[in-house]
């Protein structure tokens, strides 16, 4: 009896460590594998580059780590940027099964690329329902509801967001507060302007400063 368990003891450490290995061997094809899609992106090769983000990907590892979740948030920008906004979802969805917060912003931003800003906002407001904590996708919402000139809900949402207690990115989120505030302000010098001053650039006339 003793000696069956020993044979099945070694047995199961010789496949573990056969794992290990074969992972080990994986991370690191993937890591390389991923570098040369990051030379593709930079320079604007996008369809070479998804091919190598997606080979990497399927790269076997025995854990699911950071770098696997990098290597998908670059294929899912791949994408994105080849207008594959439905397959770059596709990606994202699978990052937010992770937890990844940064899944739901860009998953948003396919939605507003295909010109679903509604469906957009809706994919912010489930991310935040989970994840109340990630301030990146509060900036996200804020910035589709900028872009529709929709600035009082933006200034909302960045006020729930710095309402929270353990809001991550929190100086991020300040810093797109700042910039609603800049621009409201300009909005507001500008609506109390006479017309004409709206026709000038730089330098202004004296009595539109």
């Not at 300040?174 to 650039?201: A, D, F, K, V, W």
Request: hydrophobic content about 35%.
């Amino acid at each position: 009896m003793d000696r069956k368990i020993k044979r099945i003891v070694i047995i199961v450490l010789a496949v573990i460590l056969v794992l290990l290995v074969f992972s080990g061997y994986g991370y690191v094809a993937q890591k390389m594998t991923a570098n040369d899609g990051i030379e593709y992106l930079n320079n604007k090769e996008y369809q070479k580059a998804y091919e190598k983000f997606h080979k990497a990907a399927g790269k076997f590892t025995l854990f699911w780590t950071k770098q696997k979740t990098d290597v998908l948030l670059y294929e899912g920008e791949a994408l994105y940027q080849l207008e594959r906004y439905d397959d770059a979802i596709e990606v994202y969805d699978r990052l937010i099964d992770k937890g990844e917060s940064r899944g739901y912003s860009f998953k948003a931003f396919c939605y507003a690329g295909k010109g679903n800003e509604s469906k957009a906002i809706e994919v912010c407001n489930e991310g935040i329902k989970e994840m109340p904590e990630a301030g990146n996708i509060y900036c996200t919402k804020y910035g589709i509801l900028a872009k529709q000139e929709k600035y009082e809900e933006g200034i909302k949402v960045l006020e729930t967001a710095l309402d929270q207690d353990n809001l991550e990115d929190r100086k991020e989120v300040r810093l797109h507060g700042s910039e609603l505030t800049s621009q409201l302000l300009i909005l507001t010098r500008r609506m109390n302007m006479p017309r004409s001053c709206l026709l000038y650039t730089s330098p202004s006339p004296r009595d539109c400063s």
